[in-house]
């Protein structure tokens, strides 16, 4: 696995999540390089939004799970949460943070 990201690889990740976020009150969507422009990407950028019936998404419970599947949370900066996949860099965000990143 190579340091960059693809589209394909960003897609996978998302699917990953996605089969924990609801448990924590989110939904998973792909944004930034791997979802707009050709070739690999640095990072990749996704965003967890609520689900509507949830009141709000329990990060730190969502992200005590994604460490089991190779998700580690290095900084939270509320809206921009910065972590690594498998040592790959990812940048998370957080649409009901009204904080500035």
């Not at 340091?3 to 394909?8: I, K």
């Not at 998973?28 to 939004?49: E, H, M, N, Q, S």
Request: charged share 30%; hydrophobic share 40%.
């Amino acid at each position: 696995m190579s340091a960059d990201w693809t589209t394909e690889e960003a897609i996978r990740l998302c699917q990953i999540i996605e089969a924990e976020a609801p448990n924590f009150g989110g939904h998973v969507a792909l944004t930034g390089g791997c979802l707009y422009k050709d070739g690999p990407r640095k990072d990749a950028d996704i965003l967890i939004y609520r689900i509507r019936q949830a009141k709000v998404v329990d990060w730190d419970g969502l992200f005590e799970r994604l460490t089991s599947v190779g998700v580690h949370l290095l900084e939270d900066f509320g809206w921009c949460k910065k972590a690594l996949y498998l040592g790959r860099p990812i940048d998370i965000f957080d649409p009901d943070d009204d904080g500035a990143y």
